[in-house]
């Protein structure tokens, strides 16, 4: 794989995230302005009730809910026992044109699981983007790096599932981390463990967000003009560009 399909892999990943994760905060509005004063909520990755009583404050739509809108995909999230898929937290099946399942391993804990949906909902968003030819191309290399370990032999780092798993680990980060936290001022907070509690997410992760690697890696992206954005903006709002194969 060259260095120029990774480079594309990885914009995917980040601009697909920043706009699921736009249209989160555009379908609920009141979490944009709690935002802005510093109140960081844990991005909702479901549909939930709110405390409030007022019927205009009632439900906060999630990640998965927005991707489902955008892409006119059924997206159904199950639990899979330890035992059957040991060496993995989690997988996502597109199992027809519209409906897609992703399985978490149930002894997760929360914050990790709501990790692993996010990343499988990256691996979707990146799959809808980047076309079905590269979709066939991850899973049958997937199968062949498989094959390799459990040879073992030696991965190759430049293998497009390779790539693509990193690539799905920071729009993971992207999606409940988010550029608006962080411009914010959530980093700011020396406390790690806190921020990682108040985010409901993995504390590593929480690390990672801050790391000049991972700021090496999607700084030239988002830096890139707007115009370069819109082709992933307008993929994602047109779910027949978004076919499963």
């Given amino acids: 794989m060259s260095s120029k399909e990774g480079a594309r892999i990885y914009e995917a990943a980040i601009f ?8 989160y905060f555009s379908a609920n509005p009141s979490l944009v302005k709690k935002a802005t004063k510093k109140t960081y909520h844990p991005v909702a990755l479901t549909a939930k ?10 439900l ?28 993995l ?7 027809s044109e519209s409906r897609v399942r992703i399985y978490v391993r149930n002894d997760l ?15 979707l968003l990146m799959n809808c983007y980047l076309g079905d030819s590269v979709r066939e191309a991850r899973l049958e290399e997937t199968e062949r790096l498989f094959d390799m370990l459990l040879e073992g032999a030696p991965p190759d780092e430049n293998n497009l599932p390779f790539i693509s798993e990193y690539a799905a680990l920071i729009g ?14 959530l980093l700011e907070n020396s406390d790690i463990l806190s921020i990682a509690e ?12 801050s790391h000049p690697e991972f700021l090496a890696i ?8 707007l115009y370069q954005m819109a082709p992933i903006h307008d993929h994602l709002y047109r779910s027949k560009n978004c076919r499963s194969g």
């Fill in 89 to 95: 937290h989690g997988f996502m099946d597109e199992d």
């Fill in 109 to 123: 804990n929360f914050c990790w699981r709501r990790f692993v949906v996010a990343k499988e909902l990256s691996h």
């Fill in 172 to 185: 993971a980060v992207e999606m409940l981390i988010p550029k608006r936290y962080v411009e914010g001022g």
């Fill in 60 to 87: 906060i739509r999630g990640l998965v809910n927005c991707a489902q809108t955008r892409l006119s995909k059924d997206i159904t999230i199950e639990m899979a026992e330890h035992e059957d898929m040991p060496a």
């Fill in 218 to 225: 999607i700084q030239p992206i988002y830096e890139k003009e």
């Fill in 198 to 209: 108040q985010l409901k997410v993995p504390r590593k992760w929480v690390e990672m967000r």
């Fill in 49 to 58: 009730k709110k405390p409030s009583g007022w019927a205009s404050d009632f």
């Fill in 16 to 23: 697909t995230a920043k706009a699921i994760v736009e249209g």
